[in-house]
Each structure stands twice: as structure tokens, then as C-alpha cells.
């Protein structure tokens, strides 16, 4: 509610207001971790701060190298927790040096909206060449640059309600994940995350991986879909992969029936699980294709959403060009970083690079599970996105506390636990017993060996899920419970 000001204008001297903080404390380091946190606590999204905090894990984090970091109290961690949004690791040398010398010499402007600019328009050519490699009938495809991966799926929304005005319902599935703005989060089935903002746009969520379900839909409501939405792999439901063929049959039934498929890549592609586009290699050659996480490098948000001429310009034509914009998408800088991003994925061959250690470190996470039976109950893997489902702390039934609880509680704990034994991991928004690592693709040999080492570490310290109460004092624990459960 907005409150009336009382301060007379006249009255008020010429004097700057005074900003509390200033850069040059922060480049000097000069600000405590533990006031960080409570500024953090006070100012911003406080309760997802205090339930770091109350699991020891708030941070700050310091950088070490590119693959490491530093928590306050000087343990060194192996980074595997950038969600899939640090390719090269935090700062890599070959990104600082770029940005030094675009920063430099760059000529262009910053927010070129009404005229061309020359690092938007040869990261759309390089991403367009990138897809049409793998995908030949994308050569003409066109591309739509955004800040990140949630917005660049809203844009392929609005690409596929332009292509097919007299449809309006999209076909996703369960356990994926496309974001939490209000047009992403339709198809993110989440009953957290979407309870509080209903009624979402109309959409049919069908089982992952159920081609049989696909056909059904699609013969019986085939004019009122505007397009499918698909993850190659479920990242945050859990690195899940579909079963061999779905994706290609997928396909086939959408082309039958004239309906746009858009392959949500954001995490999947540009290397992250061995290929170029995850979509592409399992057989599917999509429509649409939204891309973000690895594009900026850990540097800076980019996303983009590439797709074939006529579906772009259905959204996009003529006179109406501006009827889908942005300010800060395309932006000189971001486009720089993503060109230079993906100029050293493809020059260092990350993807070869990722098929292969991906293979490597999922034999290892098999062997963990093996011999850890009661506190592991699967691993997955697709390339460098790896996930571990954990068997719940409680083996039982509480009454009146969802199992859902529990498994969050369960991955909380799994993840303070895994800090612990140096490994710093990842949550999963769309799977709470699952914690997921997403190291670096650049990270040498050595320390991708250690991780796994660490990880052994982790399940041999705490063998059974009981076991990783011991890493909190029971105040924080319980507080954590009552967070958990309430």
C-alpha cells in the first residue's frame, strides 16, 4: 500500500541522498560475510536467505579458480552447482580477457533498438550456423535474443499463438520445468509454484516419455494446440531422459497434425549432455528452440529463441516487427560474451568433451549408488547434468506431513552434507529427493576425478539418511523442520 508523503518538497535542501554502500568498499572487500548475509536477509528474498543460512550454507562464496570455491570459514569446495549456467567455470581467463577487450574497443551501442548492430546481428548468423549443423532446414530459421532462459521460452509461446491464432492451449509434461514467469510457469507443473497465480494459460499435461498419450491428445484436440512443449532431459524434474524413440515420434505426430514443437533447451544444449542440441540427437528436430544458462558464460543473462522464418515472422511480421521487443535483449555486451561463449564451446569441442567425461562420472555415480543402497537409490546422467535420488530421512509415514516434505527435507540436508565433503551441488526445483551436479565442462581431469572422490566421501560418512541430521545443531534442525513441513 503506497503512503503519502509528509516531507514539505520546498523544504527538502539540494544535498545528494546519502547510498549506505559504495563500490569501493566491495572491490576492497571490505564488507563482512556476515553483514552480506544480513543484508541479503533484510533487503532481498530474506526467508530463502535465512533457510541458507540455517542449513550453513549461505555463503558468500569466494572464487578460487575458475572450478573452486571458498566458503567463509576457508573450506575449499569443487563447484558442481552453477545449474548448468557455468560452462567454463566462475571467470574463466579466456571470457576476463574478451570482455577487457570488448570493454576497450567496442564501438557499438549498448542497446542498439532502432538500428543494427554488429554483435546481435553475428550471434544470430553463429547460432542459426550452430543449428542448421546438426539440423540443415534451420539454415533460414531466425533468431530473438532475451535477458534469460524463462523469457526466451515466453517468446516461443507468443511465436506459437501468432503461427496458430485459432489455438490456444499448449501440451507439456510432467515433472518439466520452463520457468516462473506467468507464461513459463503455465507449463512448469508445479502445485507450489502455481497455486498462488491461477488461472495460468490452458494447458494438457501428459506423462514424460507416453508417445501413446501424445497421439491421443493430439487426435482429439489437435486444432486448439499451439504447440508442444518438450525438455531432451528433465533437468530440474531430475535428469530424466525420455525412452529411446519418444522425442523422434514426437515429432512425427506434431508434424502430422501441423503443430509446432518447441524443444526447451536451456539446459540441455550448447554441449551440456554431449551434443549440440539434446533434442536433435535423440531424433527430434524442433521448431523452436530456446536457448540460455551456458550462452552467457557465467558471465552475463542471455537467452534466445531460434525458430523457423515462418513461425518467427507469424509473431514478427511487417509493420507489426515491434510487436514483441525488449530493451535489454540483443544488448551489445551480452551478445558479445554469448558470441565468445560460443565460440569456445565449439572451438574446444565442450560437447565431445562432456560425452565423454559424462560417461566417466556417471560409471562412478553407479558404483557410489551400488555401494551406498540405503542412502542412494538411483543415478543419472546425460552428459555433464548428473542427479542422485535419495532415499527419504524418515521411513515412514508422518501424519499430517506431505512425503514431498520430506524429501525436501531429505535434499537439504544431502546438500549441506555434500558442502561438507567439499562439493558444492544443486537443488532441483521439480524434484525434491534429487540432488543434481553440474560441474563446469572446462574442469580438468583431476579435479573431475576429485568430485567423485568427494562424493564417495559424502555417502560414506553419512550411509544411511539418518546419518545426515549430524551435519546441524538441533535448533537449526528444527527450525528447518518447521520450514519443511509447515
Known amino acids: 500500500m503506497s503512503r503519502v508523503g509528509t516531507r514539505d518538497p520546498e523544504r527538502q535542501n539540494d544535498a545528494a541522498p546519502r547510498l549506505p554502500i559504495g563500490t569501493d568498499e566491495l572491490l576492497a572487500g571490505d564488507l563482512r560475510p556476515d553483514d552480506v548475509v544480513d543484508l541479503e536477509v533484510r533487503y532481498g528474498n530474506g526467508d530463502a536467505f535465512a533457510l541458507l543460512k540455517l542449513l550453513g550454507m549461505v555463503g558468500p562464496f569466494e572464487v578460487v579458480s575458475p572450478w573452486e570455491l571458498k566458503t567463509p570459514g576457508g573450506d575449499t569446495l569443487i563447484h558442481a552447482g552453477g545449474y548448468a549456467a557455468v560452462p567454463f567455470g566462475e571467470g574463466h581467463p579466456l571470457l576476463k580477457d574478451f570482455v577487457n577487450a570488448f570493454l576497450g574497443s567496442n564501438r557499438q551501442l549498448a542497446f542498439p533498438q532502432q538500428s543494427a548492430s554488429e554483435w546481435r546481428a553475428a550471434l544470430s548468423a553463429n547460432l542459426v550456423a550452430l543449428l542448421a549443423s546438426v539440423a540443415p532446414d534451420h539454415a533460414s530459421s531466425r533468431v530473438f535474443l532475451t535477458n534469460s532462459?524463462?523469457?526466451?521460452?515466453?517468446?516461443?509461446m507468443k511465436m506459437a499463438l501468432a503461427y496458430r491464432p485459432k489455438a490456444k492451449r499448449f501440451v507439456n509434461f510432467q515433472r518439466a520445468y520452463h520457468g516462473k514467469t506467468l507464461g513459463a510457469l503455465a507449463l512448469t507443473p508445479n502445485e507450489g509454484y502455481q497455486a498462488p497465480f491461477r488461472p495460468l494459460r490452458d494447458v494438457v499435461t501428459l506423462p514424460y516419455g507416453d508417445a501413446q498419450a501424445v497421439a491421443d491428445v493430439l487426435d482429439d484436440q489437435a486444432n486448439e494446440i499451439a504447440a508442444i512443449v518438450v525438455e531432451p532431459v528433465l533437468g530440474e524434474g531430475g535428469v530424466f531422459r525420455p525412452p529411446p524413440g519418444f522425442l523422434a515420434e514426437l515429432g512425427r505426430l506434431?508434424?502430422?497434425?501441423?503443430?509446432?514443437?518447441i524443444a526447451d533447451e536451456v539446459q540441455t544444449g550448447l554441449g551440456r549432455t554431449g551434443?549440440?542440441?539434446?533434442?536433435?540427437?535423440?531424433g527430434l528436430v524442433p521448431d523452436i528452440v530456446t536457448l540460455a544458462k551456458p550462452l552467457g558464460g557465467a558471465m552475463v543473462p542471455v537467452g534466445a529463441t531460434l525458430a523457423r522464418n515462418e513461425i518467427y515472422r507469424a509473431l514478427l511480421p511487417g509493420t507489426a516487427s515491434k510487436r514483441h521487443s525488449n530493451t535489454f535483449g540483443g544488448?551489445?555486451?551480452?551478445?558479445?560474451?554469448?558470441?565468445?561463449?560460443?565460440e569456445i564451446l565449439v572451438e574446444q569441442r565442450l560437447d565431445l568433451r562432456a560425452r565423454q567425461l559424462g560417461d566417466r562420472g556417471l560409471e562412478r555415480m553407479r558404483r557410489t549408488v551400488?555401494?551406498?543402497?540405503?542412502?542412494?537409490?538411483?543415478?543419472?546422467?546425460?552428459?555433464?547434468l548428473f542427479a542422485f535420488t535419495l532415499k527419504p530421512i524418515l521411513g515412514f509415514k508422518v501424519p499430517g506431513v506431505p512425503a514431498e516434505a520430506v524429501e525436501a527435507l531429505t535434499s537439504f540436508l544431502a546438500l549441506r552434507a555434500m558442502q561438507e565433503a567439499g562439493v558444492h551441488a544443486c537443488y532441483s526445483d521439480n524434484g525434491n529427493h534429487v540432488v543434481r551436479l553440474t560441474p563446469p565442462l572446462t574442469i580438468p581431469d583431476e579435479l573431475f576425478d576429485q568430485l567423485f572422490d568427494r562424493i564417495d566421501e559424502f555417502a560414506e560418512t553419512n550411509p544411511r539418511p539418518m546419518k545426515l541430521l549430524q551435519w546441524l545443531p538441533l535448533q537449526s534442525l528444527l527450525k528447518l523442520a518447521k520450514r519443511a513441513f509447515d
Open 254 to 261: 506434431a508434424g502430422r497434425h501441423g503443430i509446432p514443437v
Open 149 to 156: 532462459g524463462a523469457e526466451a521460452v515466453e517468446t516461443a
Open 331 to 342: 544488448g551489445s555486451l551480452a551478445s558479445a560474451v554469448a558470441m565468445r561463449s560460443l
Open 370 to 384: 551400488e555401494s551406498y543402497p540405503n542412502l542412494l537409490a538411483e543415478a543419472r546422467g546425460a552428459g555433464m
Open 275 to 282: 551434443h549440440w542440441f539434446a533434442s536433435v540427437a535423440d
